[in-house]
């Protein structure tokens, strides 16, 4: 819940100005041999711009960044930016002169913790600009009429999910949860020894759709024992070492099969430190492989590579990208 102190001063902006790298990315700039760079962006701060150049008020976008990217600049004119400034190293100055431009007094920049009204939640790269642009526009009144706008869009795509859906006769009513667990933890095994450990903060639990819905979710992949003892279940668990970590801040697991499905930024870190980045995954226990349609990043200690749905091994050992985009090899990928 954001406070009426922060609404207040919300209302009130009329220059959302911001840098690049570490704000609409991760702050991870991958320079090709070429001297060329990339930058990964999030989808959700693009919808965030075009929520704010569909809202009808006039708050100018201002982008200033020290490094000059053509990609940046493609990307400005894509979204609708008002001001950029590349190889900007007083970023301040710039500002100022965007703020004298449309009438307002700049102060002089202080340590930003000591001075800032309001953190964001979410991470850099992960959509900050569309949760600061959500606030500007409901604290000046414009939220339901921006909404409005995209109606007939939602409308159609919801028409044509129904059309295709195999269940047409079905209720849209929400079903309320039969249970709510904190600390909720799910354990996979084959002969007692555990293929997979689920733990969530929070689950939702549908007893008669046999799911539960999960918040905050880690799932530890164990590679199979080193020592299978005949004695001892014990010293076999022991001898298990961890394969790969999965986290996401949302997901669904299948109470009867054990099937899963993660979103809203889902992060696979293997043992070797191979790392999948991914908007959405799915995991089946049956085939105990991870799938997904969804736009994929995997970062190796050499490597970048970038695509389109993928089939891999929880470790990810063993990877298929199903549309392969990219293989980069940076020289370096700096962290500014």
């Known amino acids: 819940m954001i406070s009426k ?77 008002d001001y950029l400034f590349q190889k900007c190293l007083n970023k301040w100055e710039r500002v100022s002169s965007c703020a004298r431009r449309l009438n307002l007094q700049p102060e002089s920049p202080k340590e930003i913790k ?18 600061v642009i959500e606030i500007l526009i409901k604290a000046q009144g414009q939220w339901q009429a921006v909404l409005s706008k995209f109606s007939i869009f939602l409308i159609a795509i919801l028409l044509t999910l129904s059309a295709c859906s195999p269940h047409p006769n079905s209720t849209s ?54 020592e299978l003892s005949s004695k001892s279940l014990i010293l076999t668990k022991k001898s298990q070492t961890l394969a790969a970590r999965l986290s996401a801040p949302k997901g669904e697991v299948n109470l009867d099969s054990h099937n899963l499905l993660v979103w809203n930024g889902v992060k696979v870190q293997s043992e070797d430190g191979t790392t999948l980045y991914s908007e959405q995954l799915r995991y089946s226990t049956d085939k105990q492989k991870i799938f997904t349609e969804a ?39 700096l962290n500014p």
């Open 114 to 131: 000591e001075v800032c009204d309001f953190q964001t939640t979410i991470s850099s790269g992960k959509g900050v600009a569309r949760e």
């Open 5 to 81: 102190k922060i609404l207040n001063k919300a209302k009130k902006i009329k220059l959302l100005a911001m840098d690049i790298d570490g704000v609409l990315t991760s702050g991870e700039i991958i320079v090709l041999n070429s001297g060329e760079e990339i930058k990964i962006w999030s989808v959700k701060d693009r919808m965030g711009f075009a929520l704010l150049k569909n809202s009808g008020l006039s708050i100018k976008l201002a982008w200033v960044t020290a490094r000059e990217s053509r990609q940046v600049e493609e990307r400005s004119k894509e979204i609708g930016v």
């Open 173 to 226: 009513s929400i079903e309320k949860p039969d249970q709510w667990i904190e600390k909720f933890t799910i354990t996979e095994t084959r002969n007692g020894i555990p293929i997979w450990i689920l733990q969530s903060e929070m689950a939702q639990v549908y007893n008669k759709q046999k799911k539960a819905t999960l918040d905050q979710i880690s799932i530890q992949f164990m590679n199979p024992p080193k």
């Open 295 to 333: 736009p994929i990043k995997i970062v190796k200690k050499d490597s970048i590579l970038i695509g389109e749905g993928l089939e891999a091994d929880p470790d990810l050992s063993t990877v298929k990208i199903f549309r392969h985009e990219a293989s980069i090899h940076p020289k370096t990928i």
